[in-house]
């Protein structure tokens, strides 16, 4: 069922372009988020805040989001997904290869 607003949804103006959040968002969790999130289910979403360095491991990006916008409304997220090199696989990929 889709969820649904208590409000109109603002737009938010963003202090980093997305080629900066990419680069934080990799760079911290290469250094160490990866590690901390390892034992996790392989698939599973991790939301990252770039500036506080805060993240949040959810089933969806959705759900990773709004646990982490809880707790730093405004925040510039960055996603990865667990035992993946990619949050997100556009094209085509052949059978036996790995979605990711």
Do not use: N
């Not at 680069?23 to 990252?48: N, T």
């Not at 997904?81 to 990929?93: D, L, M, Q, V």
Request: hydrophobic content about 35%; glycine content about 10%; aromatic content about 10%.
């Amino acid at each position: 069922m889709p969820r649904k607003f208590e409000s109109e949804p603002t737009l938010i103006k963003r202090r980093y372009s997305e080629e900066e959040v990419g680069h934080r968002g990799r760079a911290l969790y290469r250094a160490g988020i990866r590690r901390k999130v390892s034992g996790e289910k392989k698939g599973r979403v991790v939301a990252i805040d770039i500036d506080s360095e805060d993240f949040e491991v959810a089933d969806d990006a959705l759900m990773a989001a709004e646990r982490l916008l809880a707790r730093h409304p405004g925040a510039d997220i960055w996603f990865e997904r667990i035992g993946y090199r990619t949050f997100r696989r556009f094209g085509a990929w052949h059978a036996g290869e790995q979605a990711g």
